[in-house]
């Protein structure tokens, strides 16, 4: 199994990116996929869920309004458009897979990783 997070960079605030989350050896649509940043000296944190087959999303208030989940499962890729974006949402993001949409928010609770992709967004 391997989930590849790409689409960091640098970027000014206010700017936007689309971060993209290419899913193999496992189906995406039949698991719940997470995005989690994780800030220097910070704790990894729950960014956005979807459900498997889509039909719950789940955002963090911090990013709610700005950022949109979207997920082509023909494509078994996930994705983040990340609009107006602030010099606190720099960190490495890395998208997750887990069985349970009740888990989205445990990181602890995830059973596949990305490696990470790093944005980092300049005042």
């Known amino acids: 199994v391997q989930l590849q997070a790409s689409g960091g960079g640098l970027v000014q605030a206010g700017g936007s990116l689309r971060l993209s989350c290419e899913v193999s050896?496992?189906?995406?649509?039949?698991?719940?996929m997470v995005w989690f940043r994780q800030a220097p000296g910070k704790e990894r944190e729950f960014v956005s869920a979807?459900?498997?087959?889509?039909?719950?999303?789940a955002y963090a208030d911090s990013v709610r309004g700005r950022f949109t989940f979207s997920r082509d499962d023909a494509k078994n890729t996930v994705y983040l458009q990340m609009n107006g974006l602030k010099p606190e949402d720099t960190a490495v993001y890395y998208c997750?897979?887990?069985?349970?949409?009740?888990?989205?928010?445990?990181?602890?609770?995830?059973?596949?990783w990305g490696q990470g992709t790093l944005v980092t967004v300049s005042r």
């Open positions: 997750a897979a887990d069985s349970y949409y009740a888990n989205r928010g445990d990181p602890k609770a995830m059973d596949y």
């Open positions: 050896g496992l189906t995406s649509r039949v698991y719940t």
């Open positions: 979807s459900s498997s087959g889509g039909d719950r999303t």
